[in-house]
């Protein structure tokens, strides 16, 4: 695709719901990052995937927090029993190597309520 | 872990004024990148920067990265309005499997 794909773009669950954003990263990008962003704050790192090597999982919050990603194409980042505290905008980003610029899609704003 | 400080956390100029951001690495980096992200969207890449004490120019915009690849800035001549967002910078470590992000730095311009 022309850039990076989030859905959905936005999503309102009800605490204790489980959730599932997805990313469609730019076709031959072989890394894959998710990141968390909350409301004026910076990116906390979640996760990196690079081609079918083990995922980087250190940055995940909690066990309620798991992601996929088949090969080099699309990731979900899976949340259960969602908490209000992970109300936040949930960013991808695909590089086409570990060391070149990475694009971001347009983010999934997650709010529990 | 790596670790990627910036400051300063905020800053408001005047539209003209000149405006800087730097960026500290607990660890040497291999690359360093430099991202905007306007408000409401999403980062964008501005530039990569690589070799030891290099610096790069995007007309009003300066990059540098230090001689001991732990540290970073950028440097804005004149601010505009259209100069205003978070620009955020990102280390990438010497195994090349992270890619660390600052904090950021908002930047607010007074028209």
Not at chain 1, 59 to 88: H, K, M, N, Y
Request: hydrophobic share 30%.
């Amino acid at each position: 695709g022309a850039g990076v794909s989030q859905s959905p773009s936005n999503k309102v669950t009800e605490k204790g719901k489980d959730v599932e954003l997805r990313c469609d990263p730019i076709s031959g990008h072989t890394a894959l990052y998710w990141y968390r962003q909350s409301l004026g704050q910076g990116l906390e790192f979640l996760i990196y995937f690079q081609g079918n090597s083990a995922p980087d999982k250190s940055g995940l919050p909690s066990d309620r927090f798991s992601a996929e990603r088949t090969g080099e194409s699309v990731s979900t980042l899976t949340i259960q029993r969602t908490q209000q505290e992970d109300s936040a905008v949930y960013l991808c980003a695909s590089s086409f190597t570990r060391r070149t610029e990475a694009f971001f899609g347009q983010g999934t704003r997650l709010t529990v309520v | 872990g790596q670790q990627v400080m910036q400051i300063p956390q905020y800053q408001h100029v005047q539209e003209g004024e000149d405006f800087t951001t730097y960026c500290n690495s607990s660890t040497t980096l291999s690359n360093i990148q430099w991202y905007k992200q306007r408000p409401g969207g999403h980062p964008v890449f501005l530039i990569q920067l690589v070799k030891s004490g290099e610096v790069k120019k995007q007309k009003r915009l300066t990059f540098q990265f230090g001689e001991a690849k732990k540290n970073s800035s950028l440097h804005i001549t004149a601010t505009q309005t259209t100069d205003v967002g978070t620009y955020f910078c990102a280390g990438i470590n010497n195994a090349g499997n992270m890619l660390t992000f600052g904090g950021g730095t908002r930047l607010m311009v007074k028209p």
